[in-house]
């Protein structure tokens, strides 16, 4: 089984609304072992909005000369394609990029699964489930925090946590539960 770990940095808010996808990082995880990656800023259709940029510290200058989203879908479809779509935070990200997809004229749907709700079942009880403290509670190193590279990395390995420590068989039930909800 493999999975595409996904993380992206947007305009904010919604994708059907208008949000634009800033930049994108996958990470091709085999459940032990990155086997791909891909990871690149996107020239957004409008402005970056002053407070994502504090947040990520990506600017305008900085996407001025990086490719639009639909000069980079192939090849992120091709990455995504047949693989189990993970992220924190999944539906997030997951509309974001099947909506710019679609926009691409890439058809594209997938099994799902969402690093906060299964840490909420195979580890219950932490104090909070955002990617920061989940990764402070676990040991896991954060490098280059609010950048898609930064987050997608530190997801890899709290995914790979969660995956040892799955011994209810928490990650099978959660992909059969996602494909009855489709």
């Given at each position: 089984m493999e999975y595409a770990i996904v993380d992206i940095e947007t305009t904010g808010g919604n994708a059907a609304a208008g949000g634009s996808i800033i930049e994108i990082a996958i990470r091709v995880f085999d459940g032990e072992t990155v086997i791909e990656s891909f990871e690149s800023l996107v020239k957004p259709a409008q402005q970056i909005p002053p407070h994502i940029t504090s947040l990520t510290g990506i600017d305008e200058d900085m996407v001025q000369h990086s490719p639009a989203f639909s000069e980079i879908a192939k090849e992120v479809f091709s990455m995504l394609e047949g693989r189990i779509f993970v992220a924190h935070s999944v539906h997030f990200d997951y509309s974001f990029v099947k909506h710019h997809l679609e926009s691409a004229a890439y058809s594209y749907k997938a099994s799902r699964l969402c690093t906060i709700q299964l840490a909420r079942v195979i580890k219950p009880g932490l104090a909070s489930y955002s990617l920061g403290n989940m990764?402070?509670?676990?040991?896991?190193?954060?490098?280059?925090?609010h950048r898609a590279g930064g987050d997608v990395d530190a997801?890899?390995?709290?995914?790979?946590?969660?995956?040892?420590?799955?011994?209810?068989?928490?990650?099978?039930?959660?992909?059969?539960?996602?494909?009855?909800?489709q």
């Open positions: 990764c402070g509670s676990l040991g896991i190193d954060i490098g280059n925090r997801t890899v390995q709290l995914f790979q946590k969660l995956l040892q420590c799955d011994t209810e068989g928490i990650v099978p039930a959660m992909l059969e539960r996602d494909l009855t909800d």
